[in-house]
T-cell receptor, first 113, second 110 residues
């Protein structure tokens, strides 16, 4: 089945220790998104890629970076995680067009000690 | 003011009830509108898109009022399996800038 895969599902890191979260897709979608979702809050868009074109949201902290080496893979790098970065990180993909559904991966739950 | 606002609930309803959720958005240039469903500790999944003319999918009816910047979702004949958080979603700027509401929690009781 075509899908969006995120690894790892659970990640524990120490305060200030860089961490990388991975997302891959078999849907061959042009657009990939990274969201941060904290408990009982809305998913918040961090950035998206349209093919290799990177688009950062204005309020996304510099601590968050992303790479998309090819169509299938996208990475979220947190350079110096703080306690406030503990959250669920969701990757999503979509095709192009006005009413394109976003398909989400199962998320990576990040804990910062 | 939040860009997308929803009543957080929770809504507690018996099986078979009809329940309505409302959502307002602040950007009049918003282009596309959706309702997503999110089960506890799971990822969001598309429930339905919301078109200008309104649309229905089985027990679910969505309405859009662009003049009032208001979206609604009606669930008829609620099932236990409808228990979830319902997220109102608005996209701008070519469909890429996506803004989620905080969600409305629904509990359907037997």
């Amino acid at each position: 089945d075509a899908m969006v895969i995120q690894n790892p599902r659970y990640q524990v890191t120490q305060f200030g220790k860089p961490v990388t979260l991975s997302c891959s897709q078999t849907l061959n979608h042009n657009v990939m998104y990274w969201y941060q979702q904290k408990s009982s809050q809305a998913p918040k868009l961090l950035f998206h890629y349209y093919d290799k074109d990177f688009n950062n949201e204005a309020d996304t902290p510099d601590n968050f970076q992303s790479r998309r080496p090819n169509t299938s893979f996208c990475f979220l790098d947190i350079r110096s995680p703080g306690l406030g970065d503990a959250a669920m990180y969701l990757c999503a993909t979509s095709g192009l067009g006005e009413y394109n559904e976003q398909f989400f991966g199962p998320g990576t739950r990040l804990t910062v000690l | 003011r939040k860009e997308v606002e929803q009543d957080p609930g929770p809504f507690n309803v018996p099986e078979g009830a009809t329940v309505a959720f409302n959502c307002t958005y602040s950007n009049s240039a918003s282009q596309s509108f959706f309702w997503y469903r999110q089960d506890c500790r799971k990822e969001p999944k598309l429930l339905m898109s919301v078109y200008s003319s309104g649309n229905e999918d089985g027990r679910f009816t969505a309405q859009l009022n662009r003049a009032s910047q208001y979206i609604s979702l009606l669930i008829r004949d609620s099932k236990l399996s409808d228990s979830a958080t319902y997220l109102c979603v608005v996209t701008n700027t070519g469909g890429f800038k996506t803004i989620f509401g905080a969600g409305t929690r629904l509990f359907v009781k037997a």
